[in-house]
């Protein structure tokens, strides 16, 4: 009796190693994943935050003409109501 019971207490004791080695491999596989998106996105938060000081350095910025016309051609497409604009299809 004293023997089987050595058995099963061996025999438990093995499956809870087991048990408890492959949960924290799991654990810590979960972790590093779980730290890189961390990291990510803490990147993609500070890369947010410049490009929001950026755009608030622009809305703050005072306008001058040639940074408005500037902006109009270049983001617009806008022209100057006596400009005309030739384009250059020859590349292609």
Not at 2 to 30: C, D, G, Q
Not at 63 to 87: C, F, H, Q, S, T
Request: no cysteine.
């Amino acid at each position: 009796m004293r023997s089987e019971m050595s058995i099963f207490v061996k025999i438990s004791l093995a499956v809870l190693s087991v048990v408890v080695v492959v949960t924290v491999l799991s654990l810590s596989l979960k972790y590093n994943e779980l730290t890189k998106k961390r990291d990510k996105l803490k990147s993609d938060v500070e890369q947010a935050q410049l490009e929001l000081e950026k755009l608030r350095d622009e809305v703050n910025a005072e306008y001058n003409e040639e940074y408005i016309i500037k902006i109009a051609r270049e983001e617009l497409g806008y022209r100057m109501p006596d400009e005309v604009i030739y384009y250059n299809n020859l590349n292609k």
